[in-house]
Structures are given as structure tokens and as C-alpha cells.
């Protein structure tokens, strides 16, 4: 039972460090434009990301039962702290050096790799793909739910990006620049909204799905057989054969106040890269794309594909900036995100695999 609730609280702080770490990701376009400060862009993005989180489980429902395979590796709560703090260790490397990273990402290496210890090197524990029948993007596992959408979700986030800012350009042509600043000024402060809010649906439901992972591993393992009444809440039996695991609204609501309160907090050395770093943006650039990049996690959410916010603003960027011309992108800083992006996976899985060995050699894990 202490382990149990040991998960929960490393899934909190998780979920704490994901709202600064990725605030930038909804909010450094309206910083760098200076259509809101500091300060009420915070405000704005830990309000819309409360509300994003409360909307739908679909995310959620993939980390819960589309990743790894529960019946080949007992998901115990050791395991996941592993996992978690994998995700975290990577997050504050990110944060630290600046560089917009996947906490989505992170996490769901820091899965597979603490899996992949706990099922010592049985590759099958991890679910690489499981086709759908009716749709390719209804497919579960690594390859359908990770890998596929990380290469086409950032590709679509900058076409839309360039598109909608090479229409803009065209129709807003004979425009004064002072009318389409001020037009989008305010215009702006919706679509950061707008992001604030997908941000939510997407990145919250990937901690209601290690909570929910590891109360259900509790629940079967007996740990939860002897609970008080007040803590009767705890108990989450198995969901009926062919149904996802549903989430208590209990969990839904503390990891959305948990990320809002990270958010608060900020996230300013992201924010500086995003914004300010790759390229100059003024209000009609953040609006188009914090526009493309919601619709591109809006959808993802939607089939509960667990993309990433900070590649999706990332590529919007790039594309509303190179709309305006290619070589105003610093491809410098570009390269630097590359790499982060790639790493991010490998790497947390590293760590969470290393962690998960080295309780294996206290005894702590069979």
C-alpha cells in the first residue's frame, strides 16, 4: 500500500514538473509577442490547461493498456516509480539546458525500458503494434500510438503553420501592419488559449494513466484487500474483457489542479527558445501557429494518441516562419530541439531500465 501511494505521488510530481517544463509550449508565442506578459500568459495557460484536463480519458485509456503488455510483466508499483522517475530525470536535463523536449515522450520511455527490465530482456512485453481493422490510426502500440504520430504529427503541424500563414500573407496583403497587429493582438489571446487547452486534453491524461495503472496492479495484487473506508476509493477492479480501464473522476481532477500548479510556475528558459531563440514572431505568426498546432493535438487527443505539445508548437513555428522566408528560421536551434526530440525515448528508457536493475539486484524486484 505504501508503494501504491508512493506512485501517486511521484506521478503528481510529474505531472507538477510537465506543467513548467511545457508551459512554454502554449504560452512562449504569446510571450515573444508581447501580447500578454509573463505573467498573464501564466495565468491563461494554467486556467485552459485545468479545463483541457477534465475534457475525455482517450490518452489516458492508450498508456493504461496500449503500451505494454500486462500479462507478460507485472506493472508493480516499484516499477512504475522507476518509470517515472526516468521521465522526470530527462524532463529537468531538458528544462536545465533549455531545449523544449517530449515529457510525453519521456514517459513513455521511461514505460517501456522499466518494462523491459521487469520482463528481463523479454522484448515481447512491449506492444510494437496491434493493427485495427476498421482504421490504421486505431491501432494500438508503440509503432501506431508513438512512432508514426512523432514523425507525422510535427510534419502536419508545419504544413498547417505554413499554409495558414501563407494565406494570411496573401489576404492580408494590402493591410497596414499596425491593423494586423492589433487585429491579431487580440485575436492571439484565443489561440494561446486554445492551446492551453489541448495541452491539457493530451499531456494530463498520461499521469491519470499511470495512477490508474498502478491501482489496478494493487487492486490484483491484494494490496488493496484491507483498505479503510475512506480509502475505499482506491480500489479499481479490472474492467470487463474487451473494455478499456475507465478513469475515477478523483484522478481526473487531482492531476489537472497538480499540472495547473506547475504551470503557474513557468518555464522560462523553454519559453526563451521557443519564442524568441528560432525565430522573430509577431502576433499574426504566434496566431497561426498556436492555431495549427491545436488543431494537430486536438485531433491526436480525439483518437488518444499521446503526441507531443512541445514538437507540434516546435514545428508550427518553423512553418509560420519559414512561410515568411526559409532562412529566417535559426537552423542552428532547430538542430539542437532534433536531437532532444530523438534522444528522448532511448534515453528515459535508459534510465528507468537502469533503475529497475539496480532494485533487481537489492531484491526488491524478482
Not at 479503510?228 to 475507465?246: K, N
Not at 498556436?290 to 512541445?310: D, H, K, Q
Request: net charge positive.
Amino acid at each position: 500500500m505504501t508503494l501504491i501511494l508512493a506512485v501517486i505521488a511521484v506521478a503528481l510530481i510529474f505531472e507538477y514538473i510537465n506543467g513548467f517544463h511545457d508551459t512554454a509550449n502554449s504560452i512562449a508565442t504569446v510571450v515573444s509577442t508581447k501580447v500578454l506578459t509573463p505573467r498573464q500568459a501564466v495565468v491563461l495557460a494554467a486556467a485552459t490547461n485545468l479545463i483541457g484536463a477534465l475534457w475525455g480519458t482517450a490518452v489516458a485509456k492508450t498508456i493504461t493498456s496500449g503500451l505494454v503488455d500486462s500479462t507478460a510483466v507485472a506493472m508493480t508499483s516499484n516499477i512504475l516509480v522507476c518509470a517515472l522517475l526516468a521521465a522526470i530525470a530527462w524532463n529537468l536535463i531538458t528544462w536545465w539546458l533549455g531545449l523544449p523536449s517530449s515529457s510525453s515522450h519521456a514517459l513513455i520511455g521511461g514505460l517501456c525500458g522499466s518494462a523491459l527490465a521487469a520482463a528481463h530482456n523479454n522484448w515481447k512485453v512491449i506492444i510494437w503494434a496491434q493493427p485495427s481493422p476498421v482504421h490504421w490510426y486505431l491501432g494500438k502500440g508503440l509503432l501506431w500510438k508513438v512512432v508514426v504520430p512523432m514523425f507525422i504529427s510535427p510534419l502536419v503541424g508545419f504544413v498547417l503553420g505554413f499554409i495558414i500563414m501563407g494565406l494570411l500573407y496573401f489576404a492580408l496583403r494590402k493591410q497596414r501592419p499596425s491593423k494586423v497587429n492589433n487585429f491579431f493582438g487580440r485575436a492571439q489571446i484565443f489561440s494561446a488559449g486554445a492551446m492551453g487547452f489541448m495541452h491539457g486534453t493530451n499531456d494530463a491524461q498520461k499521469t491519470m494513466g499511470i495512477i490508474a495503472l498502478s491501482l489496478l496492479g494493487g487492486t490484483q495484487s491484494g494490496a488493496m484487500n484491507d483498505l479503510p473506508g475512506w480509502l475505499s476509493f482506491l480500489h479499481t477492479p479490472p474492467p470487463p474483457a474487451g473494455h478499456d480501464l475507465e478513469i475515477a473522476v478523483w484522478i481526473k481532477v487531482t492531476c489537472a489542479l497538480t499540472m495547473a500548479a506547475g504551470t503557474a510556475v513557468g518555464g522560462w528558459r523553454i519559453i526563451k527558445t521557443l519564442g524568441h531563440k528560432m525565430v522573430k514572431l509577431h502576433p499574426i505568426n504566434g496566431f497561426a501557429a498556436e492555431t495549427s498546432s491545436a488543431t494537430v493535438i486536438g485531433l491526436a487527443s480525439l483518437f488518444g494518441i499521446p503526441v507531443s505539445t512541445t514538437h507540434n508548437i516546435a514545428a508550427a513555428i518553423m512553418g509560420v516562419g519559414s512561410a515568411k522566408r526559409f532562412n529566417a528560421i535559426k537552423w542552428v536551434v532547430v538542430e539542437r530541439m532534433v536531437w532532444a526530440w530523438l534522444f528522448t525515448i532511448p534515453v528515459a528508457g535508459a534510465i528507468a531500465y537502469a533503475l529497475v536493475l539496480l532494485l533487481q539486484k537489492a531484491g526488491w524486484v524478482p
